[in-house]
């Protein structure tokens, strides 16, 4: 003879088990898809940061050469 509880238990230890399951494929996948995003932002971050130094280097440069230029000019202006 088995208890009413057990066997209640028995009948919905399978379902609870499967939801329980299902509920820790769910938060696995969207943990997953989480990192993937940050992954994809960091990179684009990166992406950017480089653009960022390849523009203040160049922005370097063109304000030596003004600074060049001006200096040219004076110079031939006083003469």
């Known amino acids: 003879m088995t208890s009413p ?3 209640i238990l028995m009948q ?3 379902s609870v088990v499967t939801g329980v399951l299902i509920g820790l494929i769910f938060k696995v996948y969207f943990a997953n898809q989480v990192r ?3 992954r994809g932002y960091q990179a684009e ?4 940061h480089s653009k960022i130094l390849k523009l203040e280097e160049t922005n370097n440069k063109l304000e030596k050469w003004v600074r060049d230029c001006e200096s ?3 110079r031939t202006s006083i003469l």
């Open 45 to 48: 971050i990166i992406k950017s």
């Open 12 to 14: 919905y230890a399978g």
């Open 36 to 38: 993937k995003k940050i």
């Open 5 to 7: 509880l057990l066997n």
């Open 72 to 74: 040219n000019l004076k």
